[in-house]
């Protein structure tokens, strides 16, 4: 079946412009992440949301990154007046949600540059 | 605060040379330890989830261990297309706390 898509694949933005990153998550699974790959760094937590419970936003690095689900499926990572080091690579992963073997299944991500 | 450190930070072996990859880690409830693999321009792809010490997984060429405190992910007789970044994650609450990988380059 079809995996995690994300898109768009790459993102150019001026600095202080607003971006939207969109993460479709594989069928079936309820759960789903939101990363962020920074060049040298590994992979950091962002968002997490869980059908319809309220999402866990503790690693959002700022109130200018929020995050929706909309339906229990689509997500979309929105970035507000954005910064030169908001510059990376953002995954998106899903999975089924069961704290017990819960494997997560990543997206291509979308590689963001801010200028 | 989980913690996963990878070593070494890059590897260079030459075809049909085996080696090993670490991963230690320190966590409060342990309740995964995942390896991907990562090539450039993709997004990590699952591996192996490893639950309890002691345990092992093996694919092809690669196979994993699980102490109480780190991992090993030994690759055995690499290939060229073995060439890429492996991740270390630890599993405590729902997200992933990842290392920063060993970049795998395999030469013919």
């Known amino acids: 079946g079809a995996g995690v898509s994300q898109s768009p694949s790459n993102k150019v933005t001026e600095k202080g412009k607003d971006v939207e990153l969109r993460c479709d998550p594989i069928?079936?699974?309820?759960?789903l992440y939101w990363y962020r790959q920074s060049l040298g760094q590994g992979l950091e937590f962002l968002i997490y949301f869980q059908g319809n419970s309220a999402p866990d936003k503790s690693g959002l690095p700022s109130d200018r990154f929020s995050a929706e689900r909309t339906g229990g499926s689509v997500s979309t990572l929105t970035i507000q007046r954005t910064q030169q080091e908001d510059s990376a690579v953002y995954l998106c992963?899903?999975?089924?949600?069961?704290?017990?073997?819960?494997?997560?299944?990543f997206g291509a991500g979308t590689r963001l540059s801010v200028l | 605060e989980d913690q996963v450190t990878q070593s070494p930070e890059a590897l260079r072996l030459q075809e049909g040379e085996s080696s090993s990859l670490n991963c230690s880690y320190t966590v409060s409830g342990l309740r995964g330890l995942f390896w991907y693999r990562q090539d450039p321009g993709k997004g990590p792809e699952f591996l192996f989830t490893l639950y309890s010490a002691g345990e092992e997984k093996e694919k092809e060429r690669l196979k994993a261990t699980l102490t109480k405190k780190e991992s090993f992910l030994h690759i055995t007789a690499p290939k060229p297309e073995d060439s890429a970044t492996y991740l270390c994650?630890?599993?405590?609450?729902?997200?992933?706390?990842f290392g920063k990988g060993t970049s795998l380059l395999v030469t013919p």
């Open positions: 994650a630890v599993q405590s609450g729902y997200a992933l706390n």
């Open positions: 069928s079936g699974h309820t759960a």
């Open positions: 992963a899903s999975s089924f949600g069961t704290i017990a073997k819960n494997i997560q299944y």
